[in-house]
Nanobody, 128 residues
Framework: QVQLVESGGGLVQPGGSLRLSCAASGFTLDYYAIGWFRQAPGKEREGVSCVSSSDGSTYYADTYYADSVKGRFTISRDNAKNTVYLQMNSLKPEDTAVYYC????????????????WGKGTLVTVSS
C-alpha cells in the first residue's frame, strides 16, 4: 500500500522541541521532493519546509524553509529508513497546527504547489 504516515506530534511547552517523522511505504522517498506543511485552526495551509530528491546521495539534497521557521526547524532524510524528519526547536505558540507531509511524485525538485500525495497529519500543540 502506497502511503505517507506522519508521527511525532504532541503537546510541548514554548521553547521546547519535537521531531516529526514522515515514513513512506510502497515507494522510495529518496526519488521525490518531500514537503512539510501545516494548517492552524482558521488559517490556510502553508508550506513549512521542503527537501529535494537526493537520488541516493546523503549529502546533496536541497532544503527550503519558510521565513517563520528558518533557524528553528531542520528537515532531513534517512534514506535507509525511507523517512523524512522535521526537527522543530524553540517552538512558539504560533507553531501550533496540524502538520502534514506530502510528496511530489513527478519530480525531485521542491515546488509546494505540485505536491499532491499527502499523509493524514499529526497535531502539534505548543502551550504552557
Amino acid at each position: 500500500q502506497v502511503q505517507l504516515v506522519e508521527s511525532g506530534g504532541g503537546l510541548v511547552q514554548p521553547g521546547g522541541s519535537l521531531r516529526l517523522s514522515c515514513a513512506a511505504s510502497g515507494f522510495t522517498l529518496d526519488y521525490y521532493a518531500i514537503g512539510w506543511f501545516r494548517q492552524a485552526p482558521g488559517k490556510e495551509r502553508e508550506g513549512v519546509s521542503c527537501v529535494s530528491s537526493s537520488d541516493g546521495s546523503t549529502y546533496y539534497a536541497d532544503t527550503y524553509y519558510a521565513d517563520s521557521v528558518k533557524g528553528r526547524f531542520t528537515i532531513s532524510r534517512d534514506n535507509a529508513k525511507n523517512t523524512v524528519y522535521l526537527q522543530m526547536n524553540s517552538l512558539k505558540p504560533e507553531d501550533t497546527a496540524v502538520y502534514y507531509c506530502a510528496a511530489d511524485l513527478l519530480r525531485g525538485s521542491c515546488n509546494y504547489g505540485a505536491m499532491d500525495f499527502w499523509g493524514k497529519g499529526t497535531l502539534v500543540t505548543v502551550s504552557s
